[in-house]
């Protein structure tokens, strides 16, 4: 049976991620590996945690003796590396957390894995998942392809493009054998409500303020967090070995065209008369190093491993809010802090 270990899986992404291989792959043994930091949430993960070959295991891949006593234990046979510190804004008030966990985290990992796997590495794989905000910022035209130069503008991308680096350093120096990925912004259920779309539907609701930085014209390629799980899968069992592949959503929009768009469906779901969203709309200063686009090739996965999404933007706003609604007690568990006694009520004894 081939151990996998995921980090983060408690998180957005990983939650999917963690899910779709526990259930898809029963011969493989799943480690869910993550610290529970603000954004961790087990409760995102309910569906799966008794399953025959899912192990949840609490941890911080900043502790090296922690990770090499994991990896020495269970001498695993695949990472997924999804554990990060992912909030621009969180970056530019605390770079250094993010330089903890998003470099010197994913060196410990790096260093586990090439000590248990020195002698073989024969099947073995570690998969970095990273982001798109390394690039930089586009203009009005061009994509992200796999070979743009990194030119990252925040502590956030720096930190990433940093384990990017050395990731592929790892691959060249030691033959380890990885593959990465740099994916546009992600959406979809069980997000946490700090970014744009979690947030806005949770303000909406509460009839709160939805505060666009600047003038609202700032561009972003979105990813159905569920398209992203799969397109990870893909990569881990059949992507090239010290290869690169970008994950997007083959779509654009503009922040505050999502917003007014998110505004119309939010005020059809809650019978609001429409426009009525519309006028929580509040334009706030922008932040620091603000990055004007960001805009994804998928291309080569598309005609490498056959992969592309599987709904259009509008489709999976819609899924997402309605999941949102469906899920209320969800996301009160988070703006009330009680999701964080989980671990407590379930794990420990």
């Given at each position: 049976?081939?151990?996998?270990?995921?980090?983060?899986?408690?998180?957005?992404?990983?939650?999917?991620?963690?899910r779709l291989f526990v259930k898809k792959y029963p011969e493989y043994q799943i480690f869910n590996l993550d610290a529970l930091t603000y954004a961790g949430n087990l409760e995102n993960i309910t569906d799966i945690e008794n399953e025959p070959n899912y192990t949840f295991v609490k941890g911080d891949i900043v502790d090296a003796a922690f990770i090499d006593a994991l990896f020495a234990e269970h001498?695993?046979?695949g990472v997924l590396h999804l554990a990060a510190e992912s909030h621009v804004d969180r970056s530019i008030t605390d770079p250094l957390s993010f330089v903890k966990t998003n470099v010197i985290g994913t060196m410990n990992l790096l260093n586990a894995a090439k000590t248990i796997w020195k002698d073989d590495m024969e099947g073995k794989r570690f998969y970095h998942i990273s982001t798109d905000e390394v690039y930089g910022s586009l203009g009005?035209?061009?994509?992200?392809?796999?070979?743009?130069?990194?030119?990252?503008?925040?502590?956030?991308?720096?930190?990433?493009?940093?384990?990017?680096?050395?990731?592929?350093?790892?691959?060249?120096?030691?033959?380890?054998p990885y593959v990465l990925t740099n994916c546009s912004n992600n959406y979809g259920p069980f997000h946490f409500p700090e970014k744009l779309i979690p947030l806005f539907i949770n303000n909406i609701i509460q009839n709160k303020p939805l505060p666009v930085y600047g003038n609202g014209k700032y561009t972003r390629d979105w990813l159905f967090v569920e398209?992203?799980?799969?397109?990870?899968?893909?990569?881990?069992?059949e992507g090239v070995n010290h290869d690169t592949y970008n994950i997007g959503?083959?779509?654009?929009?503009?922040?505050?065209?999502?917003v007014k768009l998110l505004c119309k469906i939010m005020d059809e779901k809650l019978g609001r008369e429409a426009g009525t969203s519309e006028q929580l709309?509040?334009?706030?200063?922008?932040?620091?190093?603000?990055?004007l686009r960001y805009a994804i090739d998928a291309n080569k996965i598309n005609k490498e491993l056959g992969w592309k999404p599987s709904v259009t933007f509008e489709e999976g706003l819609e899924k997402t809010v309605n999941w949102y609604l469906d899920n209320q007690t969800w996301l009160n568990n988070i703006t009330s802090g009680e999701y964080a006694t989980y671990y407590e009520k379930q794990y420990a004894n």
């Open positions: 049976m081939k151990k996998i270990v995921i980090t983060g899986g408690a998180g957005f992404i990983g939650s999917h991620v963690v001498q695993f046979d009005a035209e061009g994509l992200f392809t796999e070979t743009t130069a990194y030119d990252p503008n925040s502590p956030y991308s720096a930190s990433k493009a940093s384990s990017d680096h050395f990731v592929r350093a790892y691959g060249e120096t030691y033959g380890l398209d992203h799980a799969v397109a990870i899968d893909l990569v881990f069992h959503g083959f779509n654009e929009w503009q922040n505050i065209d999502l709309i509040s334009y706030v200063k922008d932040r620091p190093g603000h990055d």
